[in-house]
């Protein structure tokens, strides 16, 4: 029977030892724990307890042979010692009838006065060795087989093992301290995470709408540019070099009218002389000179009199007066167009300024409307196809830009924080708190790293690169069964938590490398031991104060450093 199983029994005494002292205070036939007393209370017949029906008279306990089926008639010899143990044993099952063919006895019962009482097998039994580490008061040897004398040895075991339990306790105590602090840790730093989502949700949130507000105020800025004529530029602009254009070519063609216009008035005058001196030819000269010459031109100049001349036409004459005079009323004022950078569309309606500012506001809109739509259906041409982009433009596209940017940052790290959340961090998800925290251990020509939850390392100390030995897959549960070595450094036996590292450094012919880390409780982070179990598989077993608690939240017994 392994070392394991006798600790369970003397839980499973302490447990019991409360109920049995109150039962019965009768001397207990020899090897009988106190829990089984009252199986032994009768001062005649004894029944076998796992059989009632078999009853034998109560000199026939520990008389060396073996009665009962489970062995109970003899707690205190080895005779039933062939009988498979009991088990399991559990207080609660610890009834009549229940173990057939299996012993009804956990074993011989050691008092060990000054240490803590406990169960030896059957088969250590007057075995001719004394067996202290379960029996210090030698009581197991007591018919001192060829004279063998065990003496009692629990006041020294007792203190010695008080002494050590003590540090134990201050040790796990300790640890279990440390494994709150990391706890609180990992519940502020998880609190961290869920905050970010939070405030990361509310920013996402008002981000998609200034995406939105800004795309559209994008689309609006574009189509406003699109019906803008050109670009107010400036001096170098479109309409100054047509303004201009236009300016010199009617004052050309002004300066050229009045210049007609003066000949015209010279020629006029020069008409009316000429009218006025065949006039007064005709009147005086002598018709009794029967001049045939001078006859013809009297005949011409009464035909000529007598067309139809279109006279000078006062109110046309004041018009091109008027359109003549330097500060004309109707002059174009040029520097209306040459100055302001005004959009041109508003230059080219300039009515609207006439109209009330709601109404302006609406005529200008559709104004725009009619020149996009009319550009958009390829009536006219668009201004811009071949200018670059206007500044409007470029800011509220590098601004909606930008915020896109923004929005899918924060998606992505809202993305990875909520991914975070679900992510296993082992017991109380205490592992939050141990992330990239490294430990590592000297062992000769390597230094061995590993970090929770990021990788495990192999350092040569006489130089060259490291090597990788894994990196962080994924945390499980193993079951180990291990002899607990004195220091209490080592795994024990149960549930332990494991972390488990793969895809590190191809082997040469091999895997790629990978560590099991399995957890067990110590005071301090720590590597205990690295084996390489196969090719390029390594095992490390560390300490941590991080897994001191067994799945159903009760303490880890204190590592047994057996006596
Ligand atoms: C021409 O227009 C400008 C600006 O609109 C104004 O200041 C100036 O008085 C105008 N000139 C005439 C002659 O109307
Ligand atoms: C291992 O993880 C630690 C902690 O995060 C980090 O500092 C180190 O660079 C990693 N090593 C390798 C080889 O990736």
Redesign the pocket.
């Known amino acids: 029977m392994g070392k394991q199983a006798f600790s369970s029994f003397a839980f499973v005494f302490t447990f019991l030892s409360a109920a049995a002292n109150a039962a019965s205070e009768l001397p207990r036939p020899r090897g009988v724990g106190p829990e089984f007393a009252k199986f032994y209370k009768d001062p005649e017949t004894f029944t076998c307890i796992s059989n009632p029906s078999i009853k034998i008279p109560v000199s026939r306990l520990n008389d060396d042979y073996c009665d009962c089926p489970d062995g109970s008639d003899e707690p205190g010899t080895s005779a039933c010692a062939f009988i498979s143990p009991l088990s399991p044993p559990s207080p609660s099952e610890v009834t009549v009838g229940q173990f057939d063919e299996a012993l009804a006895l956990p074993g011989y019962y050691c008092k060990n006065k000054g240490h803590i009482p406990s169960y030896i097998p059957f088969t250590n039994v007057n075995d001719g060795a004394c067996d202290y580490d379960l029996c210090c008061d030698g009581s197991d040897e007591w018919e001192a087989v060829g004279g063998l004398k065990c003496e009692d040895r629990c006041a020294k075991i007792g203190k010695e093992w008080r002494k050590q339990d003590e540090a134990r306790q201050k040790s796990l105590g300790a640890a279990n301290k440390r494994r709150k602090e990391l706890i609180t840790e990992a519940a502020r730093l998880k609190q961290e995470v869920e905050d970010r989502i939070k405030t990361l949700q509310t920013q996402t949130q008002s981000q998609e709408l200034k995406v939105q507000a800004l795309e559209k105020s994008l689309q609006e800025i574009e189509r406003q540019e699109k019906g803008r004529v050109v670009k107010g530029a400036g001096k170098g602009g479109k309409l100054n070099v047509l303004s201009s254009l236009a300016k010199e070519r009617i004052q050309e063609l002004l300066d050229n009218l009045g210049r007609v216009k003066d000949e015209r008035d010279a020629a006029r005058l020069r008409i009316e002389d000429l009218e006025g001196i065949l006039r007064r030819f005709k009147e005086e000269y002598n018709p009794n000179f029967n001049d045939e010459g001078v006859k013809r031109a009297v005949k011409a100049w009464e035909d000529y009199a007598a067309t139809e001349q279109p006279g000078p036409d006062a109110a046309k004459d004041r018009d091109l007066d008027e359109i003549l005079k330097p ?1 004309s009323e109707s ?1 174009i ?1 040029w ?2 167009f040459e ?1 302001g950078e005004d959009s041109d569309v508003e230059a080219l309606y300039k009515f609207e300024a006439y109209l009330p500012d709601p109404l302006r506001k609406w005529v200008n809109q559709k104004l725009r409307d009619l020149r996009v739509m009319m550009i958009e259906n390829g009536i006219l041409a668009d201004p811009h196809t071949d200018s670059p982009e206007s500044k409007a433009v470029t800011d509220a596209r590098s601004q909606l830009e930008g915020a896109r940017t923004e929005l899918n940052n924060d998606k992505n790290e809202l993305t990875r924080h909520q991914e975070d959340l679900g992510k296993d961090y082992g017991p109380d998800e205490v592992f939050r708190a141990l992330k990239g925290h490294c430990v590592e251990k000297d062992s000769g020509e390597y230094v061995y790293e590993f970090c929770f939850l990021e990788n495990t390392t192999q350092k040569p100390k006489k130089g060259g690169g490291n090597t990788g030995m894994g990196n962080f897959a994924r945390i499980e549960k193993i079951t180990v069964d291990e002899d607990l070595p004195a220091d209490g450094k080592g795994l024990g036996s149960g549930e332990r938590w494991v972390i488990k590292y793969e895809n590190g450094q191809h082997c040469w012919n091999g895997p790629s490398r990978s560590t099991a880390v399995i957890l067990a409780c110590a005071e301090k982070d720590e590597i205990w031991k690295i084996v390489e179990e196969e090719k390029c598989v390594y095992r490390m077993e560390v300490g941590t104060p991080a897994v001191c608690v067994t799945k159903n939240g009760a303490k880890e017994a204190p590592p047994h450093s057996e006596l």
């Open positions: 500060d002059a004022n520097s209306e100055e």
